[in-house]
T-cell receptor
């Protein structure tokens, strides 16, 4: 069985500072993929970043980077230089075992203060 | 129009009503998904369609009935819903249904459903 855990229900960060959103996962599969999505108050889900289990380097997409620690089964999202528009819910998700059915965490609400 | 669109954006219905949610993707993807997002719960996958065939039904009550007439359109037909069905219903699409770095799911804006 797959499981995604996001232990931070809410996070606050000052504008222009970096913030780390935690995500741990559990799977017995060797091949899996980890995703982060952003959900603004409008409700839509926006894909941010992807990390494959066999990728040797941490994924980066602009201000987003994924701190992938395979032995610890963690895939934390790091947002550098936070902006007010980053205020949203952030979801960690995983696909594994050849299944196209992702498992999502409960999400973390991020609020960026000016 | 590009991306994944959903209509309506907001819907209020009584328990005896019949309504349908519509999703349309303009990305040329082959797989489409319905998700339910309730408050304080993880995102729940409801249905998966790949090349217009349903490939997964995640034990969803029969009062929810999906329809995928072609690879670009997905419907969710609603009948005799319960107040606990009030939630945000998200549609998503992906190029294929499989595990690969390109199989990112692209989500629509969602329909906020309230059942009275």
């Amino acid at each position: 069985a797959q499981k995604i855990t996001q232990t931070q229900p809410g996070m606050f960060v000052q504008e222009k500072e970096a913030v780390t959103l935690d995500c741990t996962y559990d799977t017995s599969d060797q091949s899996y993929g980890l995703f982060w999505y952003k959900q603004p108050s409008s409700g839509e889900m926006i894909f941010l970043i992807y990390q494959g289990s066999y990728d040797e380097q941490n994924a980066t997409e602009g201000r987003y980077s994924l701190n992938f620690q395979k032995a610890r089964k963690s895939a934390n999202l790091v947002i550098s230089a936070s902006q007010l528009g980053d205020s949203a819910m952030y979801f960690c998700a995983m696909e594994s075992g050849g299944s196209y059915i992702p498992t999502f965490g409960r999400g973390t609400s991020l609020i960026v203060h000016p | 129009e590009t991306g994944v669109t959903q209509t309506p954006r907001h819907l209020v219905m009584g328990m005896t009503n019949k309504k349908s949610l519509k999703c349309e993707q303009h990305l040329g993807h082959n797989a489409m998904y319905w998700y339910k997002q309730s408050a304080k719960k993880p995102l729940e996958l409801m249905f998966v369609y790949s090349l217009e065939e349903r490939v997964e039904n995640n034990s969803v009550p029969s009062r929810f009935s999906p329809e995928c007439p072609n690879s670009s359109h997905l419907f969710l037909h609603l009948h005799t819903l319960q107040p606990e069905d009030s939630a945000l219903y998200l549609c998503a699409s992906s190029p294929t249904s499989g595990l690969a770095s390109t199989d990112t799911q692209y989500f629509g804006p969602g329909t906020r459903l309230t059942v009275l």
